[in-house]
């Protein structure tokens, strides 16, 4: 029996619930020598801002002992270089783009957006990064204060009308609260969770190994609050959720999908090993064929709340 990892997410149909997350996959290019981006459910690039960024100086990442701390500062070549070079080339890829986006102002949110409503033929998504821990404009800090969430978001959804995820942290607050307002503004599902803020110090030097004090914690160390999170707001809210935090393996897959998860993010899982997307993939489709599941969909959102466990328990 072959399984079927056919994902509908809203008007968007992908081949399977795998995707790289944001920053975690250079430009998808420099991978193919590993892994056939053909074969992923959909791609998730580098955020991308309007103006190029050069990034936070080095040391930008380090191993910690469950993940990862980076402080890359969101590096990118900007707005206008993505549009002339990298939109052809995943316009011949030919798979689902969701374009990771931030701004520094309204007015960039807006830009942003409607650069990419005028590609439609090739972006699928847009994917607005609320929450990156590492810069000072649009980042974290600066959206703490929840009516710059808003006024993000109400800036893209004027921009275009493209299918549209917002990238929440729990380092911006109350995540709920935060997912409720958003919603209502028309955005069409979440992405979950960015990195924790974090640090790692060089005991000789006894200065941070990172050329700034802190930076965002991934990996495995995150995974129990990502799979929480997920849970929690999947529940709450019903929309599409795209997961990240420490998604590994097949079996991590697995519990996101179980506690709701509609894609999948692999992210600091790619620089241990490559193919791990293609792993996934391939285990996903073995896993359903071992429990004799024609199709994926049976396994998402099929936890079994430990509340249940107590209401049903005869004493
Ligand atoms: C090196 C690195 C760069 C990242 N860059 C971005 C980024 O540009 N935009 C973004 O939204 N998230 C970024 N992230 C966060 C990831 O997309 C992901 O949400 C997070 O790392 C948790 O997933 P993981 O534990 O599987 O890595 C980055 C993470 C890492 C490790």
């Known amino acids: 029996m072959k399984a079927d990892l056919t994902t509908h997410i809203k008007s968007l149909t992908l081949k399977n619930p795998i995707t790289v997350a944001s920053g975690t996959f250079g430009t998808t290019d ?4 590993y892994v056939d981006p053909k074969k992923l459910g959909a791609i998730i690039t580098k955020t991308i801002t309007v103006k190029p960024r050069a990034g936070n100086p080095m040391p930008r990442i380090c191993e910690t002992s ?117 919603l209502k503004q028309g955005i069409d599902g979440l992405s979950l969770i960015n990195t924790l803020r974090g640090m790692s110090v060089d005991i000789r030097s006894r200065r941070s190994k990172l050329a700034k004090d802190f930076g965002g914690l991934s990996g495995p160390a995150i995974k129990p609050v990502a799979l929480r999170y997920v849970y929690q707001l999947k529940k709450e809210f019903g929309v599409p959720v795209i997961a990240s935090g420490g998604i590994s393996n097949v079996k991590d897959a697995l519990e ?46 099929s936890y079994k709340s430990a509340e249940e466990k107590v209401s049903g328990c005869k004493l």
């Open 66 to 182: 469950a993940g990862m701390l980076n402080a890359i500062g969101l590096q990118n070549k900007g707005l206008e270089d993505f549009l002339e070079h990298k939109i052809p080339y995943f316009k011949k890829l030919g798979v689902p783009l969701i374009v990771s986006i931030a701004g520094e102002t309204t007015a960039e949110f807006t830009e942003l957006a409607k650069a990419f409503e005028a590609h439609r033929d090739v972006v699928s998504a847009l994917e607005i990064n609320l929450s990156c821990p590492n810069v000072e404009g649009g980042g974290v800090n600066f959206m703490k204060k929840q009516e710059r969430i808003l006024e993000a978001v109400k800036s893209v959804r004027e921009g275009t009308g493209l299918l549209t995820f917002a990238k929440l942290s729990p380092e911006l607050g109350d995540v709920s609260a935060i997912a409720g307002t958003i």
């Open 30 to 33: 420099e991978y193919s020598g």
């Open 256 to 301: 996101f999908l179980i506690v709701g998860a509609d894609l999948l993010a692999v992210g600091t899982a790619n620089f241990v090993e490559p193919g791990a997307t293609q792993a996934i993939i391939d285990g996903l489709a073995a896993f359903c064929r071992k429990e004799g599941l024609r199709n994926i969909g049976g396994l998402r959102g």
